[in-house]
C-alpha cells in the first residue's frame, strides 16, 4: 500500500492516477473526503498522531514538504512500518542562497529524512507546466497576460513526468538515497508559454513583462515578504537553476519529458470551463 498526500493537487492527483495505472493499491491522505478513485483516509500531517489509520499497512509514502514537526512525522512513519518516502522537493533545497522561507522549510524537510533511518528519494523539480493556471483569471477578461521575470526562462515539467518519477522510485528498487534534479525538455521564456497556450486555445495571446517594482506588489498583497523576497532571490538574483534540462525523467522512466505544447493540449479545457 502507498500513501499519498497532496492527492487533490497537480502532482499528487497525477501519483495517484500513476499507481493506480502500475496496479499498486493507493491510499490517499486527505483532510476531508474528497471525489478521489482510490481509498482515502483523513489525517493531518501537522499532527502526526492523527495518521494510525493513514499509515496502517503503508509501506511507501509520497510527502510534500514543509510542516511543522517533520523529525515527528518522519517518526511516526517509521514505528509504523514504512519502508521509503519520496519527497516532493524543488531545487530550492540545494540555492546558493538557502537563508530564506522557501529553502528554509525545503531543507528542513529534507534533513529530517536523511536523519530518520528511513529509506528516502528527492525530487527537486523545475517550475511545474501547470503554473500557468495562475493566468486563468487574467484570459477569462482578454488576450494579454502579465507576469513577472520575462527575461527568464525556466525548463517547467509536467506534473505527470514527476508522478511518473514517483511511482517508479516508490515501486522498483535502486532508488534509495537518492536525489533527482526534473526538468522539461526545453527552456521556455514566459513569453513563448504564452504563445504556446494560445495556439492550443485558439486564441492570439499575448506576454506583457511586468516591472519588478509592480511584481513585488502584486505579490506583497498575496503572500507573506519572507516569500516574496524568497522568489526575488530565486528569479532575480538567480540562486536557482531552472534552466538547465535534465535527463532524468527520460533515464527513469523510458520516455522524454512531456513539452510544453503537450501540457497546453491536454489540459486546455482547464482554460475554458
Known amino acids: 500500500m502507498i500513501l499519498v498526500t497532496g492527492a487533490t493537487g497537480d502532482v499528487g492527483s497525477e501519483v495517484v492516477r500513476a499507481l493506480v495505472d502500475?496496479?499498486?493499491?493507493?491510499?490517499?491522505?486527505?483532510?476531508?473526503?474528497?471525489?478521489?478513485?482510490?481509498?482515502?483516509?483523513?489525517?493531518?500531517?501537522?499532527?502526526?498522531?492523527?495518521?494510525a489509520d493513514a499509515l496502517r499497512g503503508?509501506?511507501?509514502v509520497f510527502l510534500l514538504p514543509g510542516y511543522r514537526d517533520m523529525t515527528g512525522l518522519?517518526?511516526?512513519?517509521?514505528?509504523?512500518?514504512?519502508?521509503?518516502?519520496?519527497?516532493?522537493s524543488s531545487q530550492a533545497a540545494v540555492a546558493t542562497d538557502t537563508d530564506n522561507a522557501i529553502s528554509?522549510?525545503?531543507?528542513?524537510?529534507?534533513d529530517a529524512l536523511r536523519?530518520?533511518?528511513l529509506g528516502w528519494t528527492f525530487l527537486r523539480p523545475a517550475a511545474?507546466?501547470?503554473?500557468?493556471?495562475?493566468?486563468?483569471?487574467?484570459?477569462?477578461t482578454g488576450d494579454t497576460v502579465t507576469d513577472a521575470f520575462g527575461d527568464l526562462p525556466?525548463?517547467?515539467?509536467?506534473?505527470?513526468?514527476?508522478?511518473?518519477?514517483?511511482?517508479?522510485?516508490?515501486?522498483?528498487p535502486g532508488h534509495d538515497?537518492?536525489?533527482?534534479?526534473?526538468?522539461?525538455?526545453?527552456?521556455?521564456?514566459?513569453?513563448?508559454?504564452?504563445?504556446?497556450?494560445?495556439?492550443a486555445l485558439g486564441r492570439d495571446l499575448r506576454f506583457r513583462p511586468e516591472s519588478d517594482d509592480d511584481a513585488r506588489a502584486r505579490m506583497n498583497a498575496a503572500m507573506p515578504g519572507e516569500y516574496v523576497r524568497a522568489f526575488f532571490s530565486f528569479y532575480r538574483d538567480r540562486t536557482i537553476d531552472e534552466t538547465t534540462v535534465h535527463p532524468t525523467v527520460e533515464q527513469l522512466t523510458g520516455r522524454a519529458p512531456r513539452t510544453f505544447e503537450q501540457w497546453a493540449g491536454t489540459h486546455a479545457s482547464r482554460f475554458t470551463a
Not at 491522505?29 to 502526526?48: N, Y
Not at 511545474?128 to 493556471?133: E, G, I, K, R, V
Open 22 to 51: 502500475a496496479g499498486e493499491p493507493v491510499r490517499a491522505l486527505v483532510r476531508e473526503p474528497a471525489d478521489l478513485p482510490v481509498e482515502q483516509a483523513v489525517g493531518d500531517l501537522d499532527r502526526p498522531d492523527s495518521l
Open 104 to 110: 528554509e522549510f525545503m531543507v528542513r524537510s529534507e
Open 154 to 172: 525556466i525548463a517547467t515539467v509536467d506534473p505527470a513526468d514527476i508522478a511518473a518519477v514517483a511511482a517508479t522510485a516508490l515501486l522498483e
Open 74 to 88: 518522519a517518526a511516526r512513519f517509521t514505528s509504523a512500518g514504512v519502508e521509503h518516502v519520496v519527497l516532493l
Open 115 to 117: 536523519e530518520s533511518g
Open 58 to 60: 503503508v509501506r511507501g
Open 177 to 199: 538515497k537518492r536525489a533527482y534534479s526534473l526538468s522539461g525538455p526545453r527552456a521556455l521564456l514566459p513569453a513563448e508559454r504564452v504563445r504556446i497556450l494560445g495556439r
Open 128 to 140: 511545474f507546466m501547470s503554473n500557468a493556471l495562475r493566468w486563468l483569471p487574467q484570459l477569462r
